[in-house]
């Protein structure tokens, strides 16, 4: 990283007994994991949070065995799952710190105030969390639905701006996969007529 900003968390730091974290991240995906390196090569606390049993999100969970290749870096590509666990490797190496098969409850605001911001507190299916801010990386296609928390942050009109963009992005391959049906049909139909 060229920031020359970039100050690195000391490692004797006893994250067991931390009064709060400066950042908690709800996912573990590509998002989650990128945030957590920003933030941790800051020198800020950093819990992620994935309900998920590993990290990675959808690289690893649907591309774990296929190259992906419009990963910047990976000029021949790289599989999902090593997508991952390089990141993974990465994010531990800087110290954040990981809970996994723990899911986001709520996000309550505190009374409390720690360099001059609110704290808030994360609730998840196995703790709680006190936390100067929260980032929720959570993957398209895995936001959490009808989470009151977040129609109380007002993210759910975030998903339907997000899914009318995925249906817009989507409808010109759907079209072209159409297209490419129609003419295999035709090509097999001239195929039979030749023979």
Request: hydrophobic share 45%.
């Amino acid at each position: 990283m060229s920031d020359f900003k970039v100050t690195q968390l000391q490692p004797d730091v006893d994250f067991d007994n931390l009064p709060y974290w400066d950042v908690v991240i709800i996912g573990a995906g590509p998002a989650g994991l990128a945030a957590s390196l920003t933030t941790a090569h800051r020198a800020l606390t950093t819990l992620v949070i994935e309900a998920k049993d590993r990290p990675g999100g959808q690289p690893q969970f649907l591309y774990a065995d296929k190259r992906i290749v419009d990963i910047p870096g990976f000029p021949d590509g790289i599989t999902g799952e090593e997508l991952s666990e390089r990141t993974y490797r990465q994010a531990v190496d800087a110290l954040v710190q990981f809970r996994f098969n723990e899911e986001l409850v709520t996000i309550e605001e505190t009374d409390q105030v720690q360099d001059e911001d609110k704290m808030k507190r994360v609730v998840t299916t196995r703790g709680e969390y006190l936390c100067r801010k929260v980032i929720i990386a959570c993957g398209l296609l895995h936001f959490p639905r009808k989470l009151p928390v977040l129609v109380r942050l007002r993210l759910a009109p975030l998903r339907e701006r997000q899914m009318a963009v995925l249906e817009e992005l989507l409808e010109p391959v759907v079209e072209l996969v159409r297209v490419q049906l129609v003419l295999i049909a035709q090509i097999r139909h001239r195929h039979l007529l030749h023979q």
